[in-house]
């Protein structure tokens, strides 16, 4: 279920680092990072807004990243609730969520809920390569530091997390052919009481319009081949398969 809003702590109580995406790694998230509480309408930049049956769109901000890292989290297992599957519940939202927060707030969005809470993302970046090679030189050194890299030799006995430690030292990335006609990506997660009231739909709407102001003539997403839920979500979308690779499908569409 749920969790109640609580007020946003101010960024002086979190001792914020000089080093912006030092202070995300270093200062909000640590491998003990429990479950947050979810945040409330009166976080952030509300100078885009869009009003839906009492729910709420708006960019996300760095305040959010304790709540967008628990949804991260509770959409975690093929977008059912992975808390079980994971010992560290931050590392799933340090890999696939803070970079999009840090560098790309502008094209990237949250889902508020009826009763305030934070209840879905969709985060995207304009430049995939610029992306990739920002994250090379101002996030995952900073995540390698704090973890280590699980034994490639010991590959059959690693846990969920070993997994996703092995991402941080060796980040996936998109398959480079596709990036000429669909240069930006992205992905969305909602909770469940979230899903089936069209808001997915408004959030890739939003996440579209932003990377179009930008200039992108196309986006691209990586599902997992498993999720066929997704794969129909995007499809009626208008993002259809571009490419298949070992357990994941790509999908995108063209803006132009």
Excluded at 38 to 50: A, E, Q, R
Excluded at 148 to 161: F, G
């Amino acid at each position: 279920s749920s969790v109640r809003a609580r007020p946003a702590p101010q960024l002086s109580q979190m001792k914020r680092s000089s080093n912006f995406s030092e202070f995300v790694t270093a200062s909000i998230v640590s491998p003990a990072t429990p479950s947050f509480a979810l945040y409330p309408i009166g976080v952030g930049n509300l100078s885009f807004s869009l009003h839906d049956n009492n729910m709420h769109i708006r960019n996300v901000t760095i305040e959010d990243i304790p709540a967008l890292y628990d949804i991260c989290l509770k959409t975690g297992d093929t977008g059912k609730d992975g808390t079980h599957l994971y010992r560290n519940l931050s590392l799933l939202g340090e890999v696939y969520v803070g970079p999009y927060v840090t560098f790309d707030a502008d094209s990237s969005y949250l889902l508020i809920d009826e009763d305030g809470l934070i209840s879905g993302y969709a985060l995207s970046t304009f430049d995939t390569l610029i992306f990739d090679a920002t994250c090379a030189k101002k996030w995952w050194p900073k995540l390698q530091a704090k973890y280590q890299a699980p034994d490639v030799q010991n590959q059959d006995k690693w846990s969920r997390d070993n997994h996703i430690e092995h991402e941080i030292f060796n980040p996936t990335t998109s398959p480079t052919e596709v990036l000429e006609d669909y240069p930006s990506h992205g992905h969305i997660n909602l909770l469940s009481h979230a899903q089936g009231k069209g808001m997915g739909k408004k959030l890739m709407m939003s996440v579209r319009e932003s990377l179009m102001d930008k200039g992108s003539p196309g986006m691209h997403l990586r599902v997992s081949g498993a999720n066929f839920r997704a794969l129909g979500f995007y499809d009626k979308l208008g993002y259809s398969e571009i490419m298949r690779r070992t357990g994941e499908v790509i999908v995108g569409a063209r803006y132009n």
